[in-house]
């Protein structure tokens, strides 16, 4: 079984510019999670989905951030407008907990350097 | 909001004796508490994890305990292995879906 995936893994901006990660969980987990993990910190809810519904944004900094799941698959995280305060991994997470599993499978992380 | 405190950073252990991991936290209504494992260049990888109706869970050479009055659980591996050496982080959430708190991180080194 194929894991979760993220891309790009990488990516390197000025201030200001946008960029898009994106995210495909294991097949059949509707819970879905997307976390941002700085440098020697563990990781920080930014929001996460069932199906295609939003649970819990709270934590999203919905100024510049943004994320969607349109069909209840594959997501979208967005930041409008880089900031350095931005630089961190940004982890993708999927679930199954209708069928009483309740770990969460994390992808590669996508590595974001603001400069 | 939950604050979940890991209070060592750093932890080396020689291979075959034990090591534990203390975590604290501090909302009274979390009741789900897992542990994840940061192996150095890769992903999350989950561990094990306890739930508040018992103290003490045990998977192979991992146990975890659990004291709801004094909000601390810890994560002890016996038989340390060299594989065992990563990053471990403690979590706590009110319930089993949905938001997670994580500690800072616990690096564990096991040397031979």
């Known amino acids: 079984e194929a894991g979760v995936t993220q891309s790009p893994r990488y990516a390197v901006l000025q201030e200001g510019q946008a960029v898009s990660f994106w995210c495909d969980p294991i097949s059949g987990h509707d819970t879905l999670y997307w976390y941002q993990q700085p440098r020697d910190q563990g990781p920080q809810l930014l929001v996460y989905f069932r199906d295609e519904a939003v649970i819990d944004n709270s934590q999203l900094p919905s100024d510049r951030f943004s994320a969607v799941r349109p069909k209840g698959t594959n997501s979208t995280l967005k930041i409008q407008s880089a900031k350095q305060g931005d630089t961190a991994t940004y982890l993708c997470?999927?679930?199954?907990?209708?069928?009483?599993?309740?770990?969460?499978?994390f992808g590669p992380g996508t590595r974001l350097t603001v400069l | 909001g939950e604050k979940v405190e890991q209070h060592e950073s750093t932890l080396s252990v020689r291979e075959g004796d034990s090591a534990v991991i203390n975590c604290t936290y501090t909302d009274t209504a979390s009741s789900y508490f897992p542990w994840y494992k940061q192996e150095a260049g890769k992903s999350l990888h989950f561990v094990i994890d306890i739930r508040s109706n018992v103290d003490r869970k045990q998977s192979q050479r991992l146990t975890v305990l659990l004291d709801k009055k004094a909000k601390r659980f810890s994560l002890h591996i016996t038989a340390t292995q060299p594989e065992d050496s990563a990053i471990y982080f403690c979590?706590?959430?009110?319930?089993?879906?949905?938001?997670?708190?994580f500690g800072r991180g616990t690096r564990l080194q096991v040397y031979a």
């Open positions: 997470a999927s679930s199954d907990p209708g069928q009483g599993l309740y770990e969460q499978y």
């Open positions: 979590a706590a959430s009110p319930q089993v879906v949905g938001q997670l708190t």
